[in-house]
Structures are given as structure tokens and as C-alpha cells.
């Protein structure tokens, strides 16, 4: 199951109003910001309060200034609502009327040494029902995201790397530092279960919205969790993987040459863990 890259959204705005080619023009030159990406369904988004929280950190370590949640829930119900205003002429648009079901980025700029913020709007990412469906094929790659504790802008190499996995047939890219010690995927979490635990990988990443939510509460559902070192070497002491991100779980089939069975048990328990999680009102 591949995922292309997203097209031009169709909803833009920047701190609450079109945005102007000035303003775009900045932005397209300044590769110095971050962003939170999130799923719409009903109004309202799982793990809300980590997103805010994601980009109030980012914002604090890259400005030196807090950003605040109810000015970030602001921005994202504007631009949801489609009043006329809201649709950016460099955006497209889809007309008026309030989404409930959307794809979601908020990104951060400073251009004048306070935070700016660019919501894009685009349709909602719906995974296939089955696993089977979602099941997905891993190219591991000698690559580690700079400044990885960071959803942040400028995602070359992750993005060549994922294209190039593509090109070769699989569906992502297995990020891997020294010794084939696996990070993360190039737009994912990855975990790995041994039959007893999940193991998430040890190594600099993204700590995923997905995985924040998950991490907690799988000793609840029966699934011991822990971090730990996990090499590509090791891969086969593994019975399964899965991988997360704003779309969901899906299960790994393969990690190069490794295959993996889909464990239907684990991903029904997984799956259920995530969907049970109620979403917060923008």
C-alpha cells in the first residue's frame, strides 16, 4: 500500500486570511519552521492535545516563544469553515461550507521574529479496511532525520529516500543509522513484536502522535511495551511489526528481504487501541 506525496491543498490560509504571493514567496525561501500533520473526523482530531503541545516545543526551541493552543484551534476551525475568505487563491479551493473530515497541517514560520502559522486543508487520508490491505513493505536506508526530536521543514533526504523505495517497489523507507540500528520510517513509527513485548526502536526519532498514544496503553490491552536497541541484523528474532502515523496502524510484510506474517491478533488489538482513543474538538 503505497501513499502518494499530497497534492496542492485545497484550502490555505496563513494567520487567518488568504495568503498573499508575498507571503508564500517568504515562506518558499525560508526552510526554517516546523509542522504538525493530523487527521479531521466528526470536528474533531485523536491526540489533539499533543499536537498543540508538539508545536508549542518546536516553537520554543526554534523561536524562543511559546505558541498558543486555542490560537492554533483557531486557526485550523477557520480554515476548515470555507467561509469564502478562508480559500487561498494559491490554495485552489472547494468552495464554502464547514469540513468535518480533513487532512490537516499546521505549519510555524517566524518571519518577523513571531510565530506565523500556515494551516493547509486537503482531503482526508482513509487507510484500506483490511490489514491485509494496509500491509506494507519496508526499504531499510543508511539515513538518520537531522535534529530528528523535530517534525521539521526541509525533509529532503527522508523524502528522496521514500521515493527511491517507491521507485524499487516497496511502500516506505526504513530510516538506519550506524550498524543498521532502525530509527523510524521516513514519514512513520515502526515497533517490533517479539511475541511477548513491543519494542520501539532506541535510536534518534519523531516521536510520533500515533505512538504517543499508543505507548501508554498497550500493557493495558495485555502488550507489554519498552524501548530498546533494534538492529536489521536482529530483524528475524521479530514475529511482526507494524508502523504508525496521522493515517493509523498497518501492519509490515516485509523489511527488505525479511518477510513478516500479518499477526491479526495484534493489529485487531492495536487498531482498537488507536480507534478507541476519543478525539478532541478542534
Not at 523524502?159 to 532502525?182: K, Q
Amino acid at each position: 500500500m503505497t501513499t502518494s506525496n499530497p497534492a496542492a491543498p485545497d484550502r490555505l490560509e496563513i494567520d487567518g486570511a488568504p495568503a498573499t504571493a508575498e507571503q508564500l514567496r517568504a515562506r518558499a525561501l525560508d526552510g526554517f519552521g516546523h509542522f504538525t500533520a493530523m487527521q479531521v473526523r466528526g470536528g474533531t482530531v485523536r491526540g489533539l492535545s499533543l499536537h498543540l503541545e508538539r508545536l508549542d516545543a518546536a516553537s520554543r526551541e526554534l523561536f524562543d516563544q511559546g505558541l498558543d493552543g486555542d490560537r492554533v484551534r483557531a486557526a485550523i476551525r477557520h480554515a476548515l469553515a470555507g467561509d469564502g475568505s478562508a480559500n487561498g487563491g494559491a490554495g485552489g479551493g472547494t468552495g464554502s461550507g464547514v469540513l468535518q473530515n480533513a487532512a490537516v497541517r499546521v505549519y510555524v514560520h517566524a518571519p518577523d521574529g513571531e510565530p506565523s502559522l500556515m494551516v493547509t486543508v486537503r482531503p482526508p487520508v482513509e487507510l484500506p479496511a483490511t490489514m491485509a490491505e494496509r500491509a506494507q513493505s519496508l526499504k531499510s536506508v543508511p539515513y538518520v532525520r537531522p535534529v530528528a526530536h523535530l517534525k521539521h521543514l526541509g525533509g529532503f533526504g527522508q523524502t528522496y529516500h521514500r521515493r527511491e523505495a517507491e521507485r524499487l517497489g516497496y511502500d516506505e523507507a526504513l530510516l538506519t543509522g550506524p550498524d543498521g540500528a532502525v530509527s523510524e520510517g521516513a514519514v512513520t513509527n515502526v515497533a517490533f513484536f517479539d511475541g511477548r513485548e513491543v519494542v520501539w526502536p532506541e535510536a534518534p526519532h519523531l516521536r510520533g502522535i500515533t505512538m504517543g498514544l499508543l505507548e501508554p496503553r498497550l500493557a493495558d490491552a495485555g502488550l507489554p511495551t519498552r524501548r530498546g536497541p533494534v538492529f536489521l541484523r536482529d530483524l528475524p528474532s521479530y514475529r511482526a511489526a507494524f508502523v504508525t502515523n496521522s493515517w493509523g496502524v498497518s501492519p509490515v510484510r516485509r523489511v527488505d528481504d525479511q518477510d513478516f506474517p500479518v499477526d491479526e491478533k495484534l493489529m485487531a488489538t492495536v487498531a482498537d487501541l488507536y480507534e478507541g482513543v476519543p478525539g478532541d474538538v478542534i
